[in-house]
């Protein structure tokens, strides 16, 4: 939903509690979110707050989005899904079916890839609030407010994320808000796992300090409190892997773990496990975003459509905010798309050693290619001498068609044999050359 202009055009300001240049305390004061420390239980009571229609709290499960958002296999993912929605370029005609080169560039500027990355958000978070200006150079630039300070249900912005109420949205002028009030985000269905991943990383790590290094033991007289004392501070400084100081006539036992390569196993098995989950939940399959040591290639060409399918209906999703829900806010900024649309560019993933194929059992089959065709597709540098050369082979060819239709003649006239069957033209060699033999005195005729 998109609001049209009006009468008060302030922008509205994200900061601290220390006031901007506008000499106006901030709309949105923003606060450190809790990142660290974080359980399933306290994920549970999150999503909890979030559920309730009356007085919902987001704070804490958007906290928790943001930090696991810094898991390495979670951002991965999810970056690769925007770059899927991004990386096909959009085009805008008018009614004509012609580009229109004023919006054409606001599409090349980068604002533009900006905010179309940031059109997953509505799907991870639940909803994305936006505000659009132009600029003085001439180009549109947005902001994305905090989801932590907008409720949802009543569209209103909160200057801190507990207030029970704010101003409404639509008092700030060209603003949009995407998504559905009372979804929550399909992040909240990947805390867990980043959260078991974190504890069996944890449990990994410590089991790698304890059981993967040596550990060191000291001996000292029992009543030598100076030799105790220094081979205290060796221990220290010598490193930070495990000691035992003990005086003579004591014992240490170390009982290590029977298995220690199925322990390992058993975290990484785990920690594996959490990875697959969360990428069948952002890409919807699991081989495109980690290696596997099984499975076929008829499995991973499966898991890549799933994939394609996703990207498609993302880049769907994309056209409908364009085209129905960004009309209002381009009109308000001087860009007229009335009877125009904004549409992906037709882009054709071909395989060359495929298509290799395809091209010469259709050049076989007679079907005329055109040169250019060859060239784009294969990404082959047309010769400056194109020409010269397409005519040199011209010509050989049709001399090549020439010399078969009109093959060499042999001269049939002075032929003595013509008319003579097979037989009689070895017969007739054979007396031929005898007669040619008398009369030599070799011979015994």
């Known amino acids: 939903m998109a609001t049209k202009n009006k009468s008060n055009k302030n922008k509205i300001e994200q900061g601290g509690f ?15 979110p809790q990142l660290f420390h974080l359980d399933t239980w306290q994920w549970t009571q999150a999503v909890n707050n979030a559920k309730r229609w ?19 296999h979670l951002f991965g993912v999810m970056r690769q899904r925007r770059i899927a929605i991004s990386q096909f370029p959009i085009e805008f005609v ?29 799907w991870a978070f639940g909803f994305a609030a936006y505000q659009f200006w132009m600029e003085d150079d001439g180009f549109i630039n947005f902001q994305q407010i905090d989801s932590r300070h907008i409720q949802p ?14 101003v409404p949205l639509d008092q700030f002028e060209n603003t949009l808000f995407l998504g559905d009030p009372s979804d929550i985000g399909a992040l909240a269905t990947a805390i867990p796992w980043v959260l078991w991943k974190r504890q069996s990383v944890g449990d990994w790590v410590q089991f790698s ?51 220690k390569s199925g322990s390992s196993e ?42 394609d399918m996703i990207s498609l209906d993302d880049r769907g999703y994309v056209l409908d905010v364009l085209n ?35 091209v010469t059992q259709l050049h076989n089959m007679g079907l005329p290619m055109d040169d250019d065709y060859l060239y784009e597709t294969f990404n082959i540098d047309k010769p400056k001498d194109y020409e010269a050369q397409k005519k040199a082979k011209e010509e050989l060819k049709q001399a090549m068609q020439k010399s078969l239709q ?24 054979f007396f031929d050359q005898a007669h040619k033999q008398v009369g030599d005195p070799n011979t015994d005729w």
């Open 18 to 32: 220390i006031q901007h240049p506008s000499n106006r305390l901030p709309d949105v004061v923003m606060q450190l």
């Open 54 to 72: 009356d007085f919902t709290r987001r704070r804490q499960l958007y906290d928790m989005y943001e930090s696991c958002l810094l898991d390495s």
């Open 94 to 122: 008018n009614k004509d079916g012609e580009a229109d080169e004023k919006v054409m560039v606001q599409i090349r500027a980068p604002w533009f890839r900006q905010f179309l990355k940031s059109l997953l958000d509505p």
């Open 153 to 166: 249900y009543k569209k209103e912005v909160l200057r801190l994320p507990t207030d029970l109420s704010g």
């Open 209 to 259: 300090q304890i059981f993967g290094m040596p550990i060191r033991e000291y001996l000292y007289s029992a009543g030598d409190e100076e030799t105790r004392r220094q081979l205290m501070d060796d221990a220290v400084n010598q490193g930070a892997n495990a000691v035992y100081i003990h005086p003579e006539g004591s014992d240490m036992k170390l009982i290590e773990s029977g298995n």
């Open 266 to 307: 058993l975290y990484k098995s785990l920690r594996d496990t959490c990875n697959e989950e969360v990428s069948l939940l952002v890409l919807g399959n699991t081989l495109t975003s980690t290696s596997a040591t099984h499975g076929t290639q008829a499995l991973g060409t499966v898991h890549e459509e799933q994939q």
């Open 324 to 358: 129905y829900h960004m009309t209002d806010i381009f009109a308000n900024l001087g860009i007229n798309t009335e009877g125009g649309e904004f549409r992906y560019k037709e882009d054709k993933k071909i395989d060359p050693y495929a298509q290799i194929n395809i």
């Open 406 to 429: 009109n093959p060499p003649k042999e001269d049939e006239e002075d032929d003595p044999k013509k008319g003579l069957t097979n037989m009689q033209k070895r017969a007739l060699g």
